[in-house]
């Protein structure tokens, strides 16, 4: 993938956080600096970058990686700052709590705020490489149209100039690209040719991938014909796993790398890095 942002989506437990992780570290070990943030949901990917917790400031996580979790608050007051030229939320009271309030009841100002952090970040070109742990994919297209949906509110005006680069820079498929994650599952495998129908139809973002996760190799021998046995019973599982994943890949409308399911590794830090592996040779 050559974009310089990459958005992770999935449905929820197919592993988005562990290939967010695994993308930022990947490429710095090509010798990128790489930005991973954290949308809305931080602990998954700070997990697997191997630290507690993430702070809104950008920090060396490993030798290559910051990472940084959104806080809607601190996005919030740094746009008004930036964008608005209004002061810092914390010395003007009331009016704060009322920003606050609207960005919490109109629609698409949250998400638009969280976007425009992602998006500030790429804009400044401090990054080879901008990696975002997004919402999973029942959420993501209402982050995605977020400008869009506040462009048709306000007409004119710095905001309406501010949704203007926002569009112009998701859009871009040079720049910025969505990874889906998915598993050869019904469910996951339903929602991931839900939601590329949708970006197909709204032309918002480019798809860079679809990475589908825990993929099992065939068996590689015969099932025994005794299925009470331990070994025949686990075959048959296997096998049967197997078969029915193959099932599920074939209805997937665009297939990308396939990620193997790994056996016996338990710490988020080591599927990372073992993902990380994965990617780096397929």
Sequence with gaps: MHQQLLLVTGKGGVGKSAVSAALAIEAARRGQKVLAIGMVEKRGLAAHLGVESLSYEATEVRPGVFALGIERPAALDEYLRIVLRVPKLSRIGPVARAFDALASAAPGIRETVTMGKVLFETRTNNWDLVVADAPPSGAIGSHIRAPK?????VGAGKVREQ????????????????????????????????????????????????????????????????????????????DGIFQEQQRWLAQLPDRGRELPYLFGVTGPVEVAERIADELEQR
């Design 149 to 153: 949906t506040v462009a048709e509110l």
């Design 163 to 238: 949704t203007r680069w926002m569009e112009d820079l998701m859009g871009d498929r040079a720049r910025t690209g969505l990874v889906m994650v998915t598993l050869a599952e019904e469910l996951p495998t339903v929602e991931t040719a839900e939601t590329l129908k949708w970006i197909s139809e709204e032309g918002l973002i480019g798809v860079a991938e679809v990475i589908t996760n825990r993929i099992l190799e065939p068996l590689g021998a015969r099932i025994p014909a005794d299925l009470s046995t331990p070994i025949g019973a686990a075959a048959a599982l296997h």
